[in-house]
Every structure is written in structure tokens, then in C-alpha cells.
């Protein structure tokens, strides 16, 4: 009897404190994880959104880059995260389409994660080095038929857009080029610049700064139509690449068992921050969509993710690019 009243007394106050815990948040800093390099495409859309969270959260959003593996040990490291609602995950495609070019991870993308929202949308841009020899498109199609492998693509991983976007690159002209893993765009970019490597496919949230300096060949956005931060610049479907269209989509994830009262908190703060003038001005100068407020459930990300990975899975598998 003794021990029954002990027990319940205990997991009486067990409650309150998870309760008291909840009501709390966020009682100190939170971290988000970002797959890939700081400076970045993935890392600028998080430390944006994560300056307006901090004023509006009133805690610090303390971004923390996790390298390696094309996002997937960023994660794995998420998934296994303790679920206090102190760790959260921004990620892109790549959280789809690493199901299909990994043999083995070491998370499950669908069953390991709570959701938090869709945040931002983001356009591709196709580029070469400055000294490229191709000043436009069919150039760019010609040369790289004629040369594949002595080119060197570079991405940021199995698992990275840039290398979506140059598995389909490859796939619509029917070649092979060498591809030049970096741990992220951001020293891809520095490479492309130093004249290391050829061809990049990446983000505007990076390309825009360096386009519109000139410092790179530039052949066209991977978006259906033309876009407002670039608008002279033709799409890739209308210079003859028909079909070719990849939307960079990201989502803001949680460790399995975070509690709800925390997650809808945190889908809050992110609605908040998708609201912030500052956020929305610095997202339209880097070519980045705010995705409408139907894209801002829990619920609005678990299925997109869903049909991200039925989508991209039998593509990537018909390629046979995959890694163990
Ligand atoms: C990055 O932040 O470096 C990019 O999102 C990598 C990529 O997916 O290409």
C-alpha cells in the first residue's frame, strides 16, 4: 500500500514537471541542426528564420552544422537526439531522396522524426566556372557531350540538391561527368570560383550574390517559370531541357517523442518568422519562396515528405546511384 501511494506520488510529480517543463519552453538556448556547411544555401534559410525565432521565442536559436554523408549524419544525430524539444532539424529534398540512395541509414526519414512545418521554397541555378568554355546553354549540352568525364560536376553529397539536380542534369543528356563531393554548396562554390571544379548546380539563396557580380557562367533557373530575383534569366524547360524542374523544399523536423505542446510552440514561432519583414525581404533577395499557409502544418509536411520519397525513389533508382 505504502509503495502504491510512493508510486503514484511519484509519477504524480513526474507529470507536473513534464507538464511545468512544457509550459516553460524554451527554458534555455535551442539548437538547429543544419546538414550541411556553415554559409551555405541550407544554413542561410536556417540562421534567418532562426535570428526572427530568437526575438520571438525569446531563446536563442543556436544553429549547429553537422556535416557529412549528403545530410544523412545530420539526421541520424537528429533521430537519436534526446526529444526535450531542444533539437530541431532543417532539411531539404535530400531528406526523401537519401531513402533511395542510401542502401542503409542509420534513421528511418518517415518514422523517426516529429514535424514542424514547411518554411521556405527555393529555385536551382545551373553554373560553371567564370573561364568555362560555354557563354549559354546549348554550348554548355555540346561541350559536356563531348567531354562527360573529364568534367568535374561538383555537389554536396549523396543526398544534396546539387546532386539532384546533377543526376538529372546527366539523365536528361545521357552522359557522365566526375562528381566532386564537397560537405556542402558553400566551399563547392569556393572551388567553383578558385577554377577547381566545372559545373555546379545550386541554390539562389547562394548563386545570386555571385551571378550578379559576375563571377560565374550562369545558363539558367531549374523553376517552371522565370523567377522575381532573376527575371531575365530563362529557364532551363525553355532553352530545350523540357520537363527539367527541381524546387528546392525544406522542413523543420524534431526527434521522435518531442512533446506536442513544444512542437506546436516551435510551428508558431516558425509561422512568426515567415511573417517577419525581414525575413521576407531577405528570403525575396535570395530567390526563396515563402510556401503558403497550407504548407505550415505538421500534418502538411508529413505527407509532402511522403510523396517526395514516392516520387524521386523510382528515379534515383532508375539511375543506379546509390551508396552503402
Ligand atoms: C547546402 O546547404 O550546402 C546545400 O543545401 C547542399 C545541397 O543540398 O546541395
Known amino acids: 500500500m505504502k509503495f502504491r501511494r510512493w508510486f503514484l506520488a511519484g ?35 536556417a540562421r534567418t528564420l532562426g535570428a526572427s525565432m530568437t526575438k ?18 545530420a539526421a541520424g544525430y537528429v533521430a537519436r537526439a534526446t526529444p526535450d524539444g531542444y533539437t530541431f532539424f532543417i532539411h531539404h529534398n535530400g531528406m526523401a531522396t537519401s531513402t533511395a540512395l542510401y ?59 546539387s546532386q539532384l539536380c546533377g543526376l538529372l542534369l546527366e539523365r536528361e543528356l545521357g552522359v557522365k561527368l566526375t562528381a566532386v563531393p564537397f560537405q ?3 566551399p563547392a562554390m569556393n572551388a567553383l570560383l578558385a577554377g577547381q571544379v566545372d559545373v555546379l548546380c545550386d541554390q539562389t539563396t547562394q548563386t545570386i550574390p555571385q551571378i550578379k557580380a559576375g563571377n ?54 516558425v509561422r512568426a518568422a515567415l511573417k517577419d519583414p525581414a525575413v521576407i525581404q531577405r528570403m525575396a533577395d535570395l530567390g526563396a519562396e515563402i510556401v503558403p499557409d497550407s504548407k505550415l502544418t505538421p500534418e502538411s509536411l508529413q505527407v509532402w515528405l511522403k510523396s517526395e520519397i514516392d516520387k524521386w525513389g523510382p528515379i534515383i533508382k532508375s539511375t543506379g546511384t546509390f551508396a552503402d
Open 216 to 269: 560565374v557562367k550562369f545558363y539558367g533557373v531549374t523553376t517552371k517559370n522565370r523567377i522575381k530575383a532573376l527575371p531575365d534569366a530563362p529557364t532551363l524547360d525553355e532553352q530545350g531541357l523540357k520537363g527539367f524542374e527541381l524546387v528546392v523544399w525544406h522542413g523543420i523536423y524534431a526527434p521522435k517523442g518531442t512533446p506536442k505542446p513544444v512542437l506546436d510552440k516551435m510551428n508558431q514561432a
Open 103 to 161: 542502401r542503409k541509414l542509420s534513421y528511418n526519414a518517415l518514422a523517426d522524426f516529429e514535424y514542424v512545418s514547411q518554411a521556405v521554397e527555393v529555385p536551382m541555378t545551373l553554373l560553371a566556372r567564370k573561364d568555362f568554355p560555354a557563354s549559354n546553354l546549348s554550348e554548355l549540352v555540346a561541350y559536356v557531350k563531348a567531354n562527360q568525364a573529364k568534367i568535374n560536376l561538383a555537389n554536396a553529397g549523396l543526398g544534396a540538391v
Open 56 to 73: 520571438s521565442l525569446g531563446q536563442t536559436v543556436v544553429v549547429e552544422n553537422k556535416l557529412g554523408a549528403g545530410g544523412t549524419i
Open 11 to 45: 509519477l504524480a510529480g513526474l507529470f507536473a514537471a513534464g507538464a511545468f517543463a512544457q509550459s516553460d519552453w524554451p527554458a534555455r538556448p535551442i539548437t538547429l541542426v543544419v546538414p550541411f556547411a556553415a554559409g551555405g544555401p541550407t544554413d542561410v534559410v
Open 184 to 186: 556542402g554548396t558553400a
